[in-house]
């Protein structure tokens, strides 16, 4: 890669500054919510839902992907909130070219414009960490660069203290779901996503792993033109799936299929998702195939977790509660009871619905707009109500992509056999084969495994 030039941004003006910023929001969210919880003051919550979804669209930075993702939680926030929070990382502002032209000299040097044929001034995508823009190498090749935003290392410490201030502002307030490990799981991604050296890697390990899957395509980069803050790759031409919606239902169901493979194989193979699949993280070709974009965001699982989601798949089909006690605790979960086994087993048949059935058929519907909302909100009274559950760090990313792929489903109106498209990539599980070749895979693209999941040091 080339020199990475200064990549610390962690001044304390600039975290003093950011922590104020970021705390004059969050307390304002806290403030209401406490007052309409404690006091009875009612708000206007369509009206401070969507200046808070301004405010933060404006900070930038790590908090709005928090946000995002909180508001996929059911009760973490109230629903006039959480619907404008899922706007966030789809509609965040671009910055200007002063700020773009700063970045690239700042990444490749004075004479960065020389480096290339011709560089649009205009981002083509923008989001909570970065923005991207279209660009032109010397031999011809267009490319995708992804700058990222200024201060973002100071961002993280403070966005991640409001998050603890967050999460535990809604413990206080419902018992249901501790949020410990969920906190740690989201620190550890965010501080991961601003690290573009390893999402180029990322990307490396993807187009290996998906190399045999001629329905799926993933960016080359360009090592000699990006660095820890600016990632160069080859521009990937496609369409919107949201433009697709109302293509012949044979076209809608290959899509889907596609879109199956691009998330699952390497789960199921080298135990390794994507985490993050919002709309702007793939397109469509012509042919149906996938563009499979944004490598920030990715989570590696011990072979022994995806042992444990194909555990509870047979669980579930034979009505088996000590297997799927058994599932449960390899994710680890813990204190299991009859009645909470029951009350996940009612969560887990939802996910699993669409798998445990031999036929053609739909995901579901998309409970007025989050897939499994209504499903989940009930499940989450049902955990206040026997006192709590821990939920794993790896859980928080599993179910994520679940609940992500499932609203595209949706959204194509798919009917596939989806029992025979899981059954087909589980029957020749092995989870000592997967660690074989999972450590193999990870080793040749320099990809760690997560910190909490590393092998203690050797005692000398």
């Keep these: 890669m080339a020199n990475p030039g200064n990549g610390n941004d962690s001044t304390l003006t600039g975290r003093m500054r950011r922590y104020a ?52 939680i059911p009760d973490a926030l109230p629903r006039e909130y959480a619907d404008q929070l899922r706007q966030l990382q789809a509609n965040a502002p671009p910055m200007g070219w002063a700020f773009v032209r ?22 083509a995508a923008a989001a909570s960490l970065g923005q991207v823009h279209r660009a032109r190498t010397l031999d011809g090749m267009p490319v995708a660069c992804k700058l990222q935003y200024p201060d973002m290392h100071s961002a993280v410490e403070a966005d991640l203290k409001q998050l603890k201030l967050i999460l535990g502002l809604y413990e206080r307030y419902d018992k249901a779901v501790s949020t410990k490990q969920i906190q740690e799981e989201l620190a550890a991604r965010l501080v991961e996503e601003l690290d573009y050296s390893l999402e180029a890697r990322h990307c490396s390990l993807y187009a290996d792993m998906l190399s045999t899957e001629p329905v799926v395509h993933v960016a080359d980069v360009v090592p000699d033109l990006s660095t820890n803050r600016l990632l160069t790759s080859t521009w990937l031409e496609g369409q919107p799936i949201m433009s697709l919606l109302e293509e012949p239902v044979e076209r809608r169901n ?32 012509p042919d149906n195939t996938i563009n499979l974009l944004d490598f920030g965001c990715i989570r590696v699982f011990p072979p022994t977790f995806v042992g444990g989601v194909i555990d509870l798949y047979h669980a579930l089909m034979a009505d088996d509660q000590d297997l799927a006690v058994h599932a449960y605790e390899t994710w680890g979960f813990r204190n299991m009871t009859k009645e909470l086994v029951e009350i996940l087993n009612h969560w887990a048949g939802f ?43 790896e859980f928080v990313f599993m179910d994520r992509a679940a609940l992500g792929l ?27 084969q997967m660690s074989t070749r999972q450590r193999e895979m990870l080793e040749r693209h320099d990809v760690p495994l997560p910190e909490h999941q590393q092998p203690p040091p050797a005692v000398l």
């Design 21 to 72: 910023r970021v705390s004059t929001t969050v307390g304002g969210l806290a403030a209401r919510l406490a007052g309409e919880r404690y006091l009875g003051i009612k708000i206007e919550r369509d009206k401070h839902a969507e200046s808070l979804k301004d405010a933060l669209g404006g900070l930038r930075g790590p908090l709005v992907k928090v946000a995002q993702m909180l508001a996929t």
């Design 102 to 123: 700063r970045r690239m000299q700042s990444e490749l040097g004075a004479d960065w414009q020389s480096r290339f044929a011709d560089f649009s001034r205009e981002a």
């Design 254 to 285: 290959a899509i889907a299929m596609n879109m199956f493979r691009a998330w699952y194989v390497p789960l199921y193979f080298y135990g390794v998702i994507h985490g993050d699949p919002h709309l702007g993280n793939y397109s469509v070709r």
């Design 351 to 393: 996910l699993y619905a669409p798998v445990m059935e031999n036929r053609e058929r739909g995901i579901g519907h998309g409970d007025h707009g989050t897939y499994g909302r209504e499903t989940a909100e009930k499940v989450h009274a049902e955990l206040r109500r026997v006192g709590g559950v821990e939920v794993p760090r």
């Design 406 to 432: 499932g609203s595209v489903f949706i959204h194509l109106k798919a009917e596939i056999n989806w029992y025979r498209l899981f059954n087909d990539l589980i029957a020749d599980f092995n989870a000592e």
